[in-house]
Every structure is written in C-alpha cells, then in structure tokens.
C-alpha cells in the first residue's frame, strides 16, 4: 500500500475551528470519494513523546493511495482543484510525502 502523508501547520492559528469542520465537512469526504484513495484521516497533533515541545507540525493526513497514477488525474478534477486551493488557504507550507507500507 502507498500512502500520501501530509504534515502542516495552519496560516492562521485562530482557524482551528473552521479548518477541522471545513476538513470533516469536505476535504475528507471528498478525498475519500476518490477511486484511487481507499482511506483518508486527518489528526490533530498534541504532543511529543517525553518532551515540553510543541510538535513541529500541528496536523498530520494520512492518504491510502490504491493507484498513484490514478490519484494524479483523480487531483486534476475540477472539484479536487477546487478542495485543494481551500486546502492551501489554511495550510502554511505543507510537506507531501509518498510512503510505501513495509511492515
């Protein structure tokens, strides 16, 4: 399985609120619609293990990809474009990594 991991903080931390409805009201569901994903979840990071930090990223998503090639032309849809620059409104510099299962 191929997973798309993706790892951001917000633009804006007083748009907490609005991003998590936004994402359980449309990004998810939306994502998750697509052929070539078979499951899409976004978390909420809290903490770092024994440590005072903060984590360096405020949110994780975890994309299970069922077809690489697919997900490209599923992202070049008019509804995908349009879920994706609502994404980068609130995401600041979000890190997208491709992540094959070993284990």
Partial sequence: MTYLIVLFNLKDPAAEVAYEAW???TDVPTV???KSVDDFKVYKNVA???SEQSPPYQYVEIIAVNDM???GADIGSE????VAA???AFA?????MISNQIA
């Fill in 69 to 71: 090639d697919g997900l």
């Fill in 86 to 88: 609502e994404f980068q």
């Fill in 92 to 96: 600041d510099g979000p890190l997208f």
């Fill in 79 to 82: 509804t995908m474009q349009r």
């Fill in 23 to 25: 994402a359980n009201a």
């Fill in 32 to 34: 998750k619609g697509l």
């Fill in 48 to 50: 770092l293990l024994g």
